[in-house]
């Protein structure tokens, strides 16, 4: 079995930065991509950041240059560095990871509980 959990969230004025994590821990043998979804009251999920084993990483327009995705492969940890953030990066921030489970063949999604994220005028 397999859990993702992330801290990091919490409440900062417009302008100000926060850093989000999310370690996986378990019977994991190896871990693929990662990454951090939002969601936002009324809004569909939004995928926010991606990043895979090697280190290549992907942004969605909204955030891009704003926000650094960063893992480290033997932690199994991803992180999301948030600056110069708006009202409307307000969001619960959901990390999520593709892994192999120690015995298995493939790859599945897991998915944290996430972590709200509240920008504050």
């Known amino acids: 079995q397999v859990q993702l959990v992330e801290s990091g969230g919490g409440l900062v004025q417009a302008g100000g930065s926060l850093r989000l994590s999310c370690a996986a821990s378990?019977?994991?043998?190896?871990?693929?991509?990662m990454g951090w979804y939002r969601q936002a009251p009324g809004k569909q999920r939004e995928s926010v950041a991606t990043?895979?084993?090697?280190?290549?990483?992907n942004y969605s327009d909204s955030v891009k240059g704003r926000f650094t995705i960063s893992r480290d492969n033997a932690k199994n940890t991803v992180w999301l560095q948030m600056n110069s953030l708006k009202l409307e990066d307000t969001a619960v921030y959901y990390c999520?990871?593709?892994?192999?489970?120690?015995?298995?063949?493939?790859?599945?999604?897991?998915w944290g509980q996430g972590t709200q994220v509240t920008v504050s005028s």
């Open positions: 378990g019977s994991i043998f190896s871990i693929g991509y």
């Open positions: 999520y990871a593709g892994i192999r489970v120690s015995g298995s063949s493939g790859f599945t999604a897991s």
């Open positions: 990043i895979t084993s090697g280190g290549s990483t």
